[in-house]
T-cell receptor, first 112, second 111 residues
Framework: QQQVKQSPQSLIVQKGGISIINCAYE??????FPWYQQFPGKGPALLIA?????SEKKEGRFTISFNKSAKQFSLHIMDSQPGDSATYFCAAHLYNTDKLIFGTGTRLQVFP | KAGVTQTPRYLIKTRGQQVTLSCSPI?????VSWYQQTPGQGLQFLFEYFSETQRNKGNFPGRFSGRQFSNSRSEMNVSTLELGDSALYLC??????????FGSGTRLTVV
């Protein structure tokens, strides 16, 4: 099954709060899990990524938590800012291909 | 360093026509992938090229095709356009083992 399930579909967070987006997968042939941020009129921009041999990766205010046994991974945005308002996509890279399977996206709105 | 460049940015075509979209990857990147983005289906993989060879193809009809040139620039072609082909077409390039860098896309509208 080459699906990546993403939730929630939309998220409203107050400035300074924590935004959490979750993704789940079934295919064990995925070997790389990136998160992308997309602003209107732009292409997706790589935010942060993790490989399945690591349980957590942090870059600035962005953290990926990865649970290999549960086949789940999540993005945490600490101290959310209005400038973080965008659509976020999780993705999974299929081993030995150059194919990314994307989640359905989460529209994040951060209010001041 | 220049990013991934896609041309044109916007395109309006009539049903039945064909269209060619262009992608110039980041200098030195030999892998180029194409994705279709629609509100209903999200981001879907079309195909991927490396050194002028198509290595992977998504579940799209044969009307969707592509190619890559010796300078790594890539084109995708859609023949006999249908209304449902209206979408944002995104190109991405990368170095082996690195993340994908996407262009801003070509917004295709079929009327």
């Amino acid at each position: 099954q080459q699906q990546v399930k993403q939730s929630p579909q939309s998220l409203i967070v107050q400035k300074g709060g924590i935004s959490i987006i979750n993704c789940a997968y079934e295919n064990t042939a995925f070997d790389y899990f990136p998160w992308y941020q997309q602003f209107p009129g732009k292409g997706p921009a790589l935010l942060i990524a993790i490989r399945p041999d690591v349980s957590e990766k942090k870059e600035g205010r962005f953290t990926i938590s990865f649970n290999k046994s549960a086949k789940q991974f999540s993005l945490h945005i600490m101290d959310s800012q209005p400038g973080d308002s965008a659509t976020y996509f999780c993705a999974a890279h299929l081993y030995n291909t150059d194919k990314l399977i994307f989640g359905t996206g989460t529209r994040l709105q951060v209010f001041p | 360093k220049a990013g991934v460049t896609q041309t044109p940015r916007y395109l309006i075509k009539t049903r039945g026509q064909q269209v060619t979209l262009s992608c110039s990857p980041i200098s030195g990147h030999r892998s180029v992938s194409w994705y279709q983005q629609t509100p209903g289906q999200g981001l879907q993989f079309l195909f991927e090229y490396f050194s002028e060879t198509q290595r992977n193809k998504g579940n799209f009809p044969g009307r969707f095709s592509g190619r890559q040139f010796s300078n790594s620039r890539s084109e995708m072609n859609v023949s006999t356009l249908e209304l449902g082909d209206s979408a944002l077409y995104l190109c991405a390039s990368r170095l082996p083992g690195d993340g994908y860098t996407f262009g801003s896309g070509t917004r295709l509208t079929v009327v």
